[in-house]
């Protein structure tokens, strides 16, 4: 891998430059888009849950579905969603999730990476969210990262691709005055 440092003008030309480009075989693309629906059928774990003064807490939730349609056949199989909730009443309620997903099939598994999610009053806020998750098996050394919205299923709108998502950013000192 060759390591090129450079401007910000300079980098978004070098985007456009290599945008579509990639070493990819007639089988697998080097990233592919992808539509997909899950359901969530089945409570594996309720979890134990704790009634705070503010909050109702949700420990240790896994529920289990199927990928019901999917563009791609690498991304289907078994939906597994696990995590935990804190469900806030007043003022409005709100619930924010913590938690993560899985989709595995007899090639390999996507395992996506910690998340948090708010809805607000019954009804979903900043969506869609964007999930990344890493491959294993048969898709290790590839990434998806997806849109995700839940309206009664798990909607996923992403790519598929060879290689990891750009590393998390180095903090800057704040300027000083």
């Given at each position: ?45 309720p979890g ?115 290689g990891d ?13």
């Amino acid at each position: 891998m060759r390591v090129i440092s450079t401007s910000a003008a300079a980098a978004s030309v070098l985007v456009v430059a290599i945008t579509g480009a990639g070493v990819a075989t007639a089988e697998e693309p080097a990233f592919a888009e992808f539509q997909a629906r899950a359901t969530v059928d089945t409570v594996v774990e309720p979890g134990t849950v704790t009634f705070g003064d503010d909050a109702i807490e949700f420990r240790g939730v896994v529920d289990t579905g199927t990928v019901i349609e999917s563009s791609d056949p690498r991304f289907s199989g078994t939906f597994t969603w696990s995590g935990n909730r804190d469900q806030y009443s007043d003022p409005g309620g709100f619930v924010l999730w913590h938690g993560t997903m899985r989709v595995e099939n007899d090639e390999g598994a996507w395992q996506e990476e910690p998340n948090t999610w708010l809805l607000k009053s019954g009804r979903q806020l900043f969506w869609p969210v964007t999930s990344v998750l890493r491959g294993e098996g048969a898709y290790d050394g590839w990434s998806v990262v997806a849109h995700v919205v839940e309206d009664g299923q798990f909607v996923f709108d992403g790519v598929i691709f060879e290689g990891d998502p750009p590393p998390d950013p180095v903090a800057d000192e704040p300027p000083g005055d």
